[in-house]
Nanobody, 119 residues
Framework: VQLQASGGGLVQPGGSLRLSCAASGRFFRINVMGWYRQVPDKQRELVASVTTGGNTNYADSVKGRFTISRDNAKNTVVLEMNNLKPEDTAVYYC??????????????WGQGTLVTVSS
């Protein structure tokens, strides 16, 4: 399974960005798709996730500003980020919790995309 992320870049505080991620390869089902972020010397943290059924989960720090959505038919997940703050600056990683064709569970990660919020 490969995850190809796109989006990110430099934006001023209060601005918006859109991250996209597409999964490809062979698998039985993608159970949860989500976005994590990491800054130097800190652990990777969950930003938002969405299940196959559309249930979402957000970090408290992004609630009301970020929206995650998913297209199950296309195996894609999008993170809409609004009212961005400097503390949102991080490398963002797409994640997929997958059930393989042999019914094994495994996590996959995208390559990471840098989001910089600065004036």
């Amino acid at each position: 399974v490969q995850l190809q992320a796109s989006g990110g870049g430099l934006v001023q505080p209060g601005g918006s960005l859109r991250l996209s991620c597409a999964a490809s390869g062979r698998f039985f089902r993608i159970n949860v798709m989500g976005w994590y972020r990491q800054v130097p010397d800190k652990q990777r943290e969950l930003v938002a996730s969405v299940t196959t059924g559309g249930n979402t989960n957000y970090a408290d720090s992004v609630k009301g500003r970020f929206t995650i959505s998913r297209d199950n038919a296309k195996n894609t997940v999008v993170l809409e980020m609004n009212n961005l703050k400097p503390e949102d600056t991080a490398v963002y990683y797409c994640n997929a919790a997958v059930t393989s064709t042999t019914l094994l569970a495994r996590d996959y990660w995208g390559q990471g995309t840098l989001v910089t919020v600065s004036s």
